[in-house]
Nanobody
Framework: QGLLVESGGGSVQAGGSLRLSCIVS????????MAWFRQAPGKEREGVAA???????SYADSVKGRFTISQDNAKNTLYLQMNSLKPEDTAMYYC????????????????????WGQGTQVTVSS
């Protein structure tokens, strides 16, 4: 069983940038995909970005062109670079690993992961 620990959240003004980090323990990097999710108050958790074992990526339409998911295997860390932040990006951000078979088939942005971090808060002011 892996462990995920996020960091890097904070408060920024609209148009600013943040880079979230997720330190990964165990063998979770070897799973089919990992992803970043976010959940705003009163809203459902949504997939933001996914990174596949082969290196390809997928993004929610709302963040395409602004967010970039990547990993550093030497540091066992998953990243989410967030640029041109908007107030609607305000949410708790979570990294996730160990997707279900169904989630893998559906593209890795679905919520069917068994390992979750504790979350890091991102607040964007206008």
């Amino acid at each position: 069983q892996g462990l995920l620990v996020e960091s890097g959240g904070g408060s920024v003004q609209a148009g600013g940038s943040l880079r979230l980090s997720c330190i990964v323990s165990g063998d979770t990097f070897s799973r089919a995909c990992m992803a970043w999710f976010r959940q705003a108050p009163g809203k459902e958790r949504e997939g933001v970005a996914a990174l596949y074992l082969g290196g390809s990526t997928s993004y929610a339409d709302s963040v395409k062109g602004r967010f970039t998911i990547s990993q550093d295997n030497a540091k066992n860390t998953l990243y989410l670079q967030m640029n041109s932040l908007k107030p609607e990006d305000t949410a708790m951000y979570y990294c996730a690993a160990d997707p279900s078979t169904y989630t893998q088939i559906m593209g890795c942005l679905g919520p069917g992961y068994s390992i979750w971090g504790q979350g890091t808060q991102v607040t964007v002011s206008s």
